[in-house]
């Protein structure tokens, strides 16, 4: 039998509890929705769990960049090194990694680092609004990031980078190496560049912050559903069905934040999403000996050491292996090693290791937008490395699109329309 969960005009349907699903879930309730969200994992069990936690408003520059490709046969030399393509999908990743080298055009990467931008700088503002005062206070810290460099030579991809922060304003100091060593005494010797960017920020659990929207969705009357949606269905008189593992559902409106498994959802309806997951690994190290008073993001060896609840964390690395194929738990082992190698005194032997799914769509930028042939049916997903970053302003775009309220930023950039 068909649960009419809400086919009335105001409820909405949002698939996934992830940082991006349960943000736009509570601007949508914020906004008068009566919002139900589905997902078969608790709050916060996908990509949204085990992040770096850097909340890098200032990020405006994309992973693909001209010259990259360069690089990648090194990268790839290395089986533990920052890029792994797993040689058993490397034909099923192909159309990707192709798009991700077109977006590695110089005019392609401007319009990229421009709509990063744009979504990227409100996010602290935006976790404020979502979370109110309290919860921002205990769950984000706003003091900063350190961008550390080994060697002297800038390499290409690093001028590139600095040209687009320079473009878009970014404030970043650089760090001498006294500055540094007395602000990160346990640093190594190693790390010979370091940029302090003051108004970047970090939470120090990323899953307690989306365990915390779900209970203020909760406790304002919106449901939460630990259901697995099957299929989407568009019925005639314009509702959306929703059916489950456990449950057939109607909604008037529909938001896909499934991150990367967003694709196979949309694909029965037609939607093309060029959605690949780039997956990452971490390491936490529980009680370590030394309190790092601020995250680290080291951009030679591409990983981040991030001061959380927990313990230590570090985390990075991309692997393209899909969605199917089991964790390797040596690249996990290798983002410690690195995290180990960068501070050489960290004591503390108790770790514990994850992986994850980024949702990654080739130039970096997320689709938030209504799709065209099916009225109602609205996507948020495809975040890829700055996913946390940018939840809070993408819930509030998805509400604004959503409700048919005039967007704060303009959502052209995040279109569907510009794959096709
Ligand atoms: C190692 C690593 C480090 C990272 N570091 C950072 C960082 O420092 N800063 C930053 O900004 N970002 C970072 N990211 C990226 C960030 O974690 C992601 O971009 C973000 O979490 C994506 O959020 P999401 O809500 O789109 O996806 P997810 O958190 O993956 O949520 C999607 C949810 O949808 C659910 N779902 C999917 N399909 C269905 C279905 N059919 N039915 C029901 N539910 C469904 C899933 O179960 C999941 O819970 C990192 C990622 C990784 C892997």
Known sequence: MVERTGSDAAAVAVVGAGIVGLASAVFLQR???????????????????????LLSVESCVPIALPGMLRQVPGWLSDPLGPLAVDPRYVVKALPWLLAWVRAGRMEKVLTASAALRALHSPGLEQYRALLGPAHFHD?????????????????????????????????????GPHELRQLI???????????????????????????????????AGGALRHERVMKLLP??????????????????????????????????????????????????????????????????????????????????TVEIAGLERP??????????????????????EEVSIWMGYRPSLPDSVPVIDEVAA????????????????????????VSELVLGRPPVIDPAPYRLARFH
């Open 185 to 219: 005494p346990e640093i190594s010797p190693a790390v010979s560049r370091a940029a302090f960017l003051p108004k970047n920020g970090h939470t120090v659990n990323p899953r307690r912050l989306v365990e915390t929207l779900a209970a203020l969705l909760s406790e």
């Open 327 to 348: 964790m390797n738990e040596k690249r996990a082992e290798a983002v410690l090693r690195q995290g180990r190698a960068l501070f050489p005194s960290l004591r503390g």
């Open 374 to 397: 099916h009225p109602g049916l609205f996507i948020a997903c495809g975040h890829g490395h700055t996913g946390m970053t940018a939840g809070a302003a993408t819930g509030r775009l």
């Open 235 to 316: 019925q005639a008189d314009a509702d959306l069905r929703v059916v489950t593992n456990s449950g057939d559902h109607r909604f008037a409106k529909l938001v896909v934040a499934g991150g990367a498994w967003s694709k196979q959802l949309l694909a029965p309806l037609g939607v093309r999403l060029p959605l690949e997951t780039e997956r990452g690994y971490h390491a936490v190290v529980r009680n370590p000996s030394f309190e790092l008073r601020i995250p680290v993001l080291h951009k030679t060896r591409a990983f981040a050491a991030t001061p959380m609840e927990g313990g230590l964390r570090f985390a990075g």
């Open 31 to 53: 906004g008068g929705a009566r919002v139900t969200v589905f997902d078969a994992l608790p709050p916060g069990g996908g990509a949204s769990f085990g992040n770096a936690g």
């Open 139 to 175: 769950l984000i810290r706003t003091s900063g990031q350190v961008h550390v460099w080994e060697g002297e030579t800038v390499s290409h991809e690093e001028r590139i980078s600095r040209e687009l922060l320079e473009r878009h304003g970014v404030v970043s100091e650089a760090l």
